[in-house]
């Protein structure tokens, strides 16, 4: 069968979302399909170029997926290549340039230069033959496409093209086009790894070593690559900044200088993320071969004050690299300036700020030897002071901004060992801006800024008398807020690693302890998370006394009705700090307060789990000595396993036990959902319709009843649809488990439909000459709940398991739910359809002309400028009258509320709470519709009913 349909939006679209469900669903293999995508490419006719094109697209992306097999990359990369070659001198330029994207894509990736090099070889000739074609107009989006791709398979495999470097170097000279710089592009990346391959390849070096590679001419049609070429080396990075690699002073540099000359003499014809690229491979350029670089200092000139921001950063990777070389004191200070600006502008994007303040901190000053920039942060020495101002916080910085600025703050002000000095003070108040919002109890990514600003300041001046204040400002903000308890904790397991002796960390958790201890039980269970927190990170300081702890955690679970309620996330924070207590100090100061807390856990705790760990804990306590009790609490890292107690750990994402193997795939459609279709046997013909005199008093107020049922949250309406699930009969016995167990049946549903919950089978067969038939077929209803009344489509995946006890899956055949499945009869209010027969024609012919007046009212005002969903619509259904009467009674039956000679309504109800309403006169030719609905998005579906139900036979 055909992969694709006429739709192929739609079917691209789905094979992105999942391509072995769109496999499945079409019953094709990959071969299959990427043979359907080949003749797709080949055909002249039906397809149009931007098709080809996402069909290209398809083979870049899942390339993985659709060649695994080393066959069918070798035929179809021959195929892309035979297509680009039947499409030269064509218009169709887009369509080649993908192609030869899609060829180096899958010649990266499968590494085709190693596993098939005839083939990439000539993929290679191909590519260069397209860009030899210098000045032709026609062409050069594909040559282009040509030089880039050239480019990224010279990046895979350095040294690809090096033979072919003076062709490209003449190449870039001759081309006069808006595309020149992307052959000075390929160029310089040619030019740079055939430099590096001098350096690093052991060779005998010449004088004209790289003379001959820039000015001697090679064959154009020459083979790219030969299995006695020499093959690609790794470029490192270590190799640009290697001080051990120099250059053979044997080797003549002059035609190099030429070549960088050229380039940048160039450097006006190229965009600006064209020229950093270039510059920065050239800069690597000069540096290896030893060269002078003045000729980068108009780059310099040109851009430091750019507001390209590139093209601004190209300038201090320049400086990275030749420090002293073309840049004086006073273009640093120059340099320096127009990055302040540039980090203080407030209306630069937020990610440019961002970098101009980390290359304030890494600034690659006026160093000796031309080193690198320091790798811990520091000031530029020429910065003064009246420029830190420019640092200070504002309100109107966002957090990231306000990080930045505290952190170079700490870099620009060293405090003493005096308290109160100057330094401290000016540190501290510029936290106010963070500090405000904490000061109110917003957590989130302010709450974040200021501890991190806190440890940024401690891990740099934790000698100082500023860490005293730090410890004192979080001591401050924790006991007002205990939300930050989670911070407080992760600031103090960060400043342990930066001074682990410190009393200072000490202090602190002593005195959150001794606080949380002190208070009412009445104010501290309103945020018992975070004291568990904070008494779980003190219980592992021996310095800390545990009796008042453990004094506290038995009042609280005693005076509360935390045991009975059974929270586990209490009991598990609770038990840990436990836990910390028993690892920490010895059992005999603990034995008797402790072990009545866990008694007490193991018998009122509401929660099973938690129960059995605080009796755990208890009988180890009162069972075996205190040392080998802190080796079951702790971990063994003589074994390199895990101990017990790390099944009680806080985080429960760590995997404690072996994991499940995996689910497998099955691909195969061997199981399906038939529909149980309804057989409809009335005849609407032979009904009565002849309605009753109405006596008493009218139906008053119908319309508004009917509207307040709809109203009702209790009135929820669904579509109910039966379906047998059983073994296709198509499916063959070839890898198919015969019999599955414990089926899960999952719909995936669209944001049209509320999502349906799994169904369970518990067991399958396939069906034979003696199995029951109940075990070969089940039947499952769905019920379908509208959002709105749009058909819609849903893919099923089954989850079973088999006799040998695997987890598989599979996908079915979507299901579909049309609009006639929507299409429901109106309901009455209670009151009315609890009468008889007669009564409910009555309320029901009432309620339709009610409905229908509504609705005209509604499209009237829509010519108002009133904002409606209603609309009204007229068609024509050109066929003999008995075919209409056989179509109404096939599709329209349960929904007509009345018949007379020449007119038929009928009132459909779509979920959850829309109609369309039709009035039909019947000719002997010819029948017209008159539509009402109060929802115009149905149009196009009730358009195709009536034109279904037009050519029923």
Request: negative net charge; glycine residues 2%.
């Amino acid at each position: 069968m055909e992969v694709f349909s006429d739709n192929w939006v739609r079917d691209v679209c789905e094979f992105r979302r999942s391509p072995q469900t769109f496999l499945a669903s079409r019953r094709v293999d990959v071969d299959a399909f990427v043979i359907d995508v080949t003749k797709i490419l080949y055909s002249d006719e039906e397809r149009t170029e931007s098709i080809k094109v996402n069909l290209l697209g398809l083979l870049q992306e899942f390339a993985g997926i659709l060649f695994n097999d080393p066959t069918r990359l070798e035929q179809t990369f021959a195929s892309l290549q035979n297509i680009f070659t039947q499409l030269e001198n064509t218009v169709q330029v887009f369509f080649q340039s993908q192609i030869i994207n899609t060829l180096t894509v899958l010649a990266i990736e499968f590494e085709l230069m190693d596993n098939q090099l005839e083939d990439f070889s000539r993929f290679v000739d191909m590519l260069i033959k397209t860009i030899c074609q210098v000045n032709v107009s026609d062409d050069r989006i594909v040559r282009a496409s040509a030089c880039r791709c050239l480019k990224e398979l010279e990046l895979a495999n350095p040294g690809l093209l090096e033979h072919k470097l003076c062709l490209l170097y003449n190449m870039s000279q001759d081309e006069t086009t808006n595309i020149s710089q992307d052959y000075m592009a390929l160029f310089v990346t040619v030019l740079r790894h055939a430099i590096v391959s001098l350096l690093t390849t052991p060779r005998k070096h010449k004088e004209n070593s790289l003379n001959d590679l820039l000015l001697l001419h090679t064959d154009v049609m020459r083979t790219a690559m030969t299995p006695t070429s020499p093959k690609p080396f790794v470029v490192s990075p270590d190799i640009i900044t290697d001080k051990s690699m120099k250059w053979p002073s044997v080797i003549d540099t002059q035609e190099l200088k030429r070549a960088v000359s050229f380039l940048m003499d160039s450097a006006s014809l190229m965009t600006p993320n064209c020229l950093v690229t270039t510059v920065c491979q050239l800069s690597d350029c000069v540096k290896l071969a030893g060269l002078s670089a003045t000729t980068f200092k108009q780059q310099f000139l040109r851009h430091v004050s750019t507001s390209n921001f590139p093209l601004f950063h190209m300038v201090f990777l320049l400086k990275t690299k030749f420090s002293s070389e073309i840049f004086s004191y006073t273009d640093e200070d120059l340099l320096l300036s127009r990055l302040l600006l540039n980090a203080t502008h407030s209306s630069l994007p937020l990610g440019h700020r961002l970098i101009c303040y980390d290359w304030l901190s890494h600034f690659p000053a006026q160093q000796l030897n031309d080193s690198q920039p320091p790798e811990l942060p520091c000031v530029p020495d020429s910065l003064v002071a009246e420029q830190y101002r420019a640092f200070f916080p504002t309100i109107f910085d966002d957090t990231d901004v306000s990080t930045h600025k505290l952190d170079l703050l700490s870099l620009c002000y060293t405090p003493t060992d005096q308290l109160g000095d100057s330094s401290s003070m000016d540190l501290m108040g510029c936290l106010t801006v963070l500090h405000k919002a904490t000061q109110y109890g917003f957590a989130g990514r302010h709450a974040v800024a200021l501890f991190r600003s806190l440890f940024t300041y401690y891990k740099r001046h934790h000698n100082t008398a500023l860490a005293k204040q730090i410890f004192k400002f979080v001591l401050t903000t924790v006991m007002a807020h205990p939300k930050f308890a989670a911070h407080t904790v992760n600031f103090v397991k960060c400043a342990a690693k930066v001074t682990p002796n410190s009393p200072h960390i000490v202090d602190l958790l002593q005195q959150l302890t001794e606080q949380t201890v002190s208070s009412p039980v009445s104010m501290t269970v309103s945020h018992l998370a975070d004291h568990l927190v904070i008494l779980e990170r003190a219980a592992r300081e021996t310095y800390i006394n545990p009796a008042g702890v453990i004094q506290f955690l038995y009042q609280l679970l005693s005076s509360t009705s935390l045991c009975s309620n059974g929270n586990w996330a209490v009991g598990n924070g609770v038990l840990s700090v436990c836990r910390n207590l028993l690892r920490t100090h010895h059992a005999t100061v603990l034995f008797r307060d402790m072990g009545d807390l866990l008694l007490f856990i193991a018998s009122n705790f509401n929660d099973i789990d938690i129960r059995d760990r605080a009796r755990f804990y208890y009988t180890m306590m009162t069972n075996i000595s205190s040392e080998k009790l802190h080796r079951v609490l702790s971990l063994a890292p003589e074994t390199g396993t895990e101990a017990l107690s790390t099944m009680i750990e806080d985080d429960l994402s760590t995997p404690s036990y072996p994991v499940a193997p995996p689910v497998k795939f099955i691909n195969s459609v061997f199981l399906t959902l038939n529909r149980v279709e309804k057989n409809r046997t009335n005849d609407y013909r032979k009904r009565d319709w002849t309605v009753a005199e109405k006596k008493g008093k009218p139906l008053k107020g119908l319309l508004k009843r009917y509207e307040g049922m709809l109203d009702n949250p209790l009135f929820r309406p669904s579509i109910k649809m039966s379906y047998i699930f059983e073994y296709s009969e198509e499916s063959k016995d070839d890898g198919v488990p015969q019999e599955i167990f414990a089926a899960v049946i999952q719909l995936s549903t669209t944001r049209h439909y509320k999502s349906i919950p799994d169904i369970s089978v518990p067991y399958l067969r396939r069906s034979s000459s003696t199995t029951s038939l109940l075990a070969c077929q089940k039947e499952v209803t769905i019920e379908f709940v509208p959002e709105e009344p749009f058909p819609a489509d849903f893919n099923v995946t089954v989850t079973f398991s088999n006799t040998a006890g695997e987890t598989l899956e599979c996908h079915l055949m979507p299901l579909s739910l049309l609009f006639t499945d929507l299409c429901l009869p109106i309901q009455l209010p209670s009151g009315y359809s609890e009468t008889n027969d007669s009564d409910r024609q009555t309320a029901a012919a009432e309620l339709f002309e009610e409905l229908w007046g509504k609705i005209h009212g509604e499209s009237e005002s829509n010519s108002d400028g009133a904002a409606s969903q209603s609309v009204e619509s007229i068609k024509c259904l050109h066929a003999e009258r008995s075919a209409v009467e056989d179509g109404i009674n096939q599709w329209l039956e349960p929904f007509l509320v009345a018949v007379q000679e020449n007119t038929v309504c009928a009132a459909v109800f779509l979920p959850p709470r829309h109609h369309v309403l039709f009035k039909m006169l019947m000719e002997e030719t010819r029948t017209i519709v008159a539509i009402a609905t109060d929802d115009w998005h149905i149009l196009p579906w009730v358009n195709e009913f009536l034109t279904q139900l037009e050519q029923s036979k």
